[in-house]
């Protein structure tokens, strides 16, 4: 029969468990992208190269048709998600492998038989599954993340990795080739919105700011769930 891979991510230190009736492959650090020479190339967090064993602050080097290949060019970046630690804007870029590691949130391959979907439900509840689908979490609709250059990347919204099991602000750490990571005001996270019922005219939802986390959760970001099919 055929096998189907998820990757989990635990926006966590700790490495999260793989669906029922999966087995895991391997567990790993979770990567949402790249950026090199002002070039973006991201990862689908629902899929294995989003979830890499080894944490380096940059993992991948910068080849020339020389012969010549360096690592850790300082304008090169890498992407990761984080974890509930907080930001400090203000605070100085870490450059501590003790004091990073603590902000990388954890992930998990799983493989298994079960064809896997997420499906979003543009409210503040989660939508039920498909008939002949199992719930395997429920979460916040994930679309993409940008930095302050013009790079960035998204995700596909039937990938398990567009629907995150929580909802942080920022949800991602840069880290740069200097040696240094940190979070940054100018890099941006986007979220399916909520489409709520209303009776005034025009579209909802234009020029709304939403201030506060209550008010993001309860009137902005959509609601997703993880599905397993029960049968082949």
Same mark, same amino acid.
């Given at each position: ?72 060019? @300082? ?21 501590? %492998?003790?004091? %990073?590691?603590?902000?990388?949130? @954890? ?9 896997? %979907? ?10 039920? $599954? ?5 719930? %395997? ?11 302050s250059s013009t790079s960035g990347g998204g995700q596909d919204l039937s990938s398990a990795g567009s629907c995150l ?9 840069? $880290?740069?080739? @200097?040696?240094? $990571?940190?979070?940054y005001i100018n890099n941006l996270d986007y979220w399916l919105a909520q489409n709520q019922e209303t009776n005034q ?27 397993? @099919?029960?049968?082949?």
């Amino acid at each position: 029969c055929d096998t189907h891979v998820v990757t989990r991510h635990s926006q966590s230190v700790d490495t999260p468990d793989c669906p029922a009736e999966f087995t895991s492959l391997w567990s790993g650090y979770s990567l949402v992208f790249f950026e090199g020479n002002g070039y973006g190339l991201s990862q689908d967090l629902g899929d294995a190269g989003s979830c890499l064993e080894d944490f380096q602050l940059l993992p991948f080097m910068q080849c020339s048709a020389s012969d010549v290949c360096r690592h850790g060019v @300082r304008t090169d970046k890498s992407f990761w998600l984080g974890t509930n630690q907080g930001a400090d804007f203000a605070s100085k870029p870490m450059n501590n %492998i003790d004091e %990073i590691l603590p902000h990388i949130s @954890r992930c998990r391959v799983c493989m298994g038989t079960k064809y896997i %979907i997420a499906r979003h439900s543009f409210k503040a509840t989660a939508p039920a $599954c498909p008939a002949d689908f199992s719930e %395997i979490w429920t979460g916040y609709s994930y679309v993409m993340v940008t930095s302050s250059s013009t790079s960035g990347g998204g995700q596909d919204l039937s990938s398990a990795g567009s629907c995150l099991e929580n909802f942080f602000l920022p949800t991602f750490i840069e $880290c740069l080739g @200097r040696g240094t $990571c940190s979070y940054y005001i100018n890099n941006l996270d986007y979220w399916l919105a909520q489409n709520q019922e209303t009776n005034q005219p025009g579209m909802w939802g234009m020029g709304n700011v939403y201030s506060g986390l209550n008010d993001i959760l309860n009137q902005g970001v959509s609601r997703c769930v993880v599905c397993a @099919r029960n049968s082949l």
